[in-house]
């Protein structure tokens, strides 16, 4: 007698509703190593030479700026294929979304508290949901604020930040499993991340790209990421406001 058995992403769903708003510590052994700072440049008004080739991103690029969510590398410089870290991420998202700090302070063994990226890795760090990635990923020690980050790392996240705060809803079993049959590389998800990149997608989070793929350990560029950010900003943080009847004389 055969037995059906259930999709491996299934098994994973009740823990993504479970903890899509209920954010996780974690420990490791102080280490510390010097991290790389970074310093704040003028960012109003700013006016970038190297967005010759991303006018369509050079919008999303000024707002983040402007709004002081992303920094320019240099003067007149953005570096917008430059690739995204894990420490930049770290202080673009709690800028965006103003996180404090976490009731529990998660220990990195390369980050120290005196470290200029501690307090936006502490409010990020319990969104981070590394275990979703990979069996052993929640046991490093490491924080690794120069790794580039990838659309998976960011998708987890972010829809875990917009869960915490009630602007996301997971999908329901039945959603997900049909969102899943119908995009083109959902196969070759990891099934504990896949309840994740799901809802980023569904969401705008974190569209398909081109060729209709998500392509989870792609790497994020700073131009890709200025346009993620103030997309989300954009729809779900500044409230939309209704447009202004003119009255004709």
């Known amino acids: 007698m055969q037995t059906k058995t259930r999709p ?10 479970a903890t899509l708003g209920s954010p996780s510590t974690g420990r490791a052994q102080p280490a510390p190593t010097k991290v790389k700072k970074v310093t704040a440049l003028p ?13 369509v991103e050079a919008p999303a690029i000024s707002n ?7 920094k320019p590398v240099s003067v007149g410089i953005f570096n917008p294929d430059g690739v995204v870290t894990r420490g930049d991420f770290a202080t673009m998202v709690q800028s965006l979304y103003k996180l404090g700090k976490p009731s529990e302070t998660v220990s990195f063994s390369d980050i120290k508290s005196t470290d ?3 307090s936006a890795i502490q409010a990020m760090a319990p969104f981070m949901n590394r275990q979703v990635m990979c069996k052993g990923c929640a046991l490093t020690t490491n924080f690794s604020p120069n790794a580039a980050l990838s659309r998976e790392e960011a ?14 809803q997971p999908m ?13 590389d959902a196969k070759n998800w990891k099934p504990a991340a896949a309840p994740y990149f799901a809802l980023a997608i569904k969401s705008g989070v974190m569209p398909l790209l081109g060729d209709n793929t998500f392509q989870p350990a792609l790497k994020l ?20 406001k209704p447009p202004v009847l003119v009255q004709p004389k």
């Open 221 to 240: 560029t700073r131009a890709d990421t200025a346009v993620l950010l103030d997309n989300i900003n954009r729809q779900f943080i500044v409230p939309i």
């Open 64 to 70: 983040m700026v402007a709004q002081g969510i992303m």
């Open 8 to 17: 491996r992403f299934l098994l994973y769903f009740p823990l993504l509703v």
């Open 155 to 168: 998708s987890i996240i972010l829809v875990r930040i917009m869960g915490a705060k009630n602007q996301l």
């Open 172 to 184: 329901t079993s039945q959603e997900l499993s049909s969102f899943l049959q119908s995009t083109p």
């Open 43 to 55: 960012s109003q008004n700013a006016v970038f030479s190297d967005l010759g080739n991303h006018g």
């Open 116 to 118: 200029p990226l501690f």
